[in-house]
């Protein structure tokens, strides 16, 4: 059974910071990692997506590195923002099925 | 392109009462998914469909749960006789099948309280 790890659950930083956050899988035989962010109450946000092909994605400030073998996978912000303040959630699937399993989240705050 | 739809946003009932949720996927987009989200937790997959199919079900489906998209458009979740560990965020989901494969989008989501 696939299960998703997200390290830590919550993290706090200054504005300007540049940070990384950390989701481990445990069946390396993925399909898609998908990062996604959370905010309060409200419904989730498509982040970045790698196939399983792929080692990593960018998309502004954001990159996404994916490593199969060790079953790792880290989102890279640049230089962190107040509106960047939400929770971060990683998702993974595999061959044969369509449904995204999800780590726990991490809660990220960043500070003016 | 319009985003995920979903309606209500927020139903409080009375425990043992039936309630639907409505999804509404982005148009182009066959693939449609439900989830449900409980505090401090990520979502959990409940059901998906491939056009009017319904392909996947979770174990956590329950009897008491039903899910349709009859002419492959929008989708409903029924619960009926609702239990208070119903309480959660209904999240539904949908992707294509050509071109960007499995990206899935989300609606707002439908908040249960059961009373």
């Known amino acids: 059974k696939q299960e998703v790890t997200q390290i830590p659950a919550a993290l706090s930083v200054p504005e300007g910071e540049n940070l990384v956050l950390n989701c481990s899988f445990t069946?390396?035989?993925?399909?898609?990692l998908q990062w996604f962010r959370q905010d309060p109450g409200k419904g989730l946000t498509s982040l970045l997506l790698i196939q399983s092909s792929q080692r990593e994605q960018t998309s502004g400030r954001l990159n996404a590195s994916l490593d199969k073998s060790s079953g790792r996978s880290t989102l890279y912000i640049a230089a962190s923002q107040p509106g960047d303040s939400a929770t971060y959630l990683c998702?993974?699937?595999?061959?044969?099925?369509?449904?995204?399993?999800f780590g726990k989240g991490t809660k990220l705050t960043v500070n003016p | 392109d319009t985003g995920v739809s979903q309606d209500p946003r927020h139903k409080i009932t009375k425990r043992g009462q039936n309630v639907t949720f409505r999804c509404d996927p982005i148009s182009e987009h066959n693939r449609l998914y439900w989830y449900r989200q409980t505090l401090g937790q990520g979502p959990e997959f409940l059901t998906y469909?491939?056009?009017?199919?319904?392909?996947?079900k979770s174990r956590l489906l329950s009897d008491r749960f039903s899910a349709e998209r009859p002419k492959g458009s929008f989708s409903t979740l029924e619960i009926q006789r609702t239990e208070q560990g119903d309480s959660a965020m209904y999240l539904c989901?949908?992707?294509?099948?050509?071109?960007?494969?499995?990206?899935?989008?989300f609606g707002p989501g439908t908040r249960l309280t059961v009373l």
């Open positions: 069946d390396s035989a993925i399909y898609n």
């Open positions: 998702a993974v699937t595999q061959g044969g099925s369509e449904k995204l399993v």
């Open positions: 469909f491939q056009n009017e199919a319904q392909l996947e």
């Open positions: 989901a949908s992707s294509r099948t050509s071109g960007r494969i499995g990206e899935q989008f």
